[in-house]
């Protein structure tokens, strides 16, 4: 089974407003980090946002926010006022445990945003 | 503060041949791991090491080796190269093993196997 999965390979939203790129995951571990990262064209991997499993509140991050509902075992990033600049591949990835730095990544989500 | 250096960027190399990539890490960072990036797989955990010792591998052949240096520089070898190693290899640092730290990555090296 897949241990993070987005559904959405391809997102398309007008600039200035808000969007949500889909992310669940899957764990029996009872301590997991859930991240959120950005890939441009250039290929280097931007780190946007964390949430751990223990953390009582939403992750917030400038525009960047996480929807973590734990028991859907969600964790969806919220874009608000959204950018040309943030047109990019989106990968959600999930730590388990915390005696490594191993993440496990799910496929990406193609955000385009249009003017 | 430099952030995290792979050289080299591009490459091109023959089936049979072998190939060797270089990490840098954030200053201070102490932990480095490797990831595959491919069109059909994503991307894929190679290893990680942590103060020169390798303390997770992925699940790929031993065709695929690494180490890490007393300065925590890294480098991963790739040998008798196939036609399905053509991929971006992203390299990233953190400050510990584990924890809440998050991974910084270089840009990349993009290898292409003919």
């Known amino acids: 089974a897949q241990k993070i999965t987005q559904t959405q390979p391809g997102m398309f939203v007008q600039e200035k407003e808000a969007v949500t790129l889909d992310c669940t995951y899957d764990?029996?571990?009872?301590?997991?980090?859930l991240f959120w990262y950005k890939q441009p064209s250039s290929g280097e991997m931007i780190f946007l946002i964390y949430?751990?499993?223990?953390?009582?509140q939403n992750a917030t991050e400038g525009r960047y926010s996480l929807n973590f509902q734990k028991a859907r075992k969600s964790a969806n990033l919220v874009i608000s006022a959204s950018q040309l600049g943030d047109s990019a591949m989106y990968f959600c990835?999930?730590?388990?445990?915390?005696?490594?730095?191993?993440?496990?990544f799910g496929k990406g989500t193609m955000l385009l945003v249009s003017p | 503060k430099a952030g995290v250096t792979q050289t080299p960027r591009y490459l091109i190399k023959t089936r049979g041949q072998q190939v060797t990539l270089s990490c840098s890490p954030i200053s201070g960072h102490r932990s480095v791991s490797w990831y595959q990036q491919t069109p059909g797989q994503g991307l894929q955990f190679l290893f990680e090491y942590f103060s020169e010792t390798q303390r997770n591998k992925g699940n790929f052949p031993g065709r695929f080796s690494g180490r890490q240096f007393s300065n925590s520089r890294s480098e991963m070898n790739v040998s008798t190269l196939e036609l399905g190693d053509s991929a971006l290899y992203l390299c990233?640092?953190?400050?510990?093993?584990?924890?809440?730290?998050?991974?910084?990555f270089g840009e990349g090296s993009r290898l292409t196997v003919l």
């Open positions: 990835a999930m730590r388990e445990g915390s005696g490594y730095s191993t993440l496990t």
């Open positions: 990233a640092s953190s400050v510990n093993r584990g924890g809440t730290g998050e991974l910084f």
């Open positions: 764990t029996s571990d009872p301590s997991y980090g």
């Open positions: 949430q751990g499993s223990y953390d009582q």
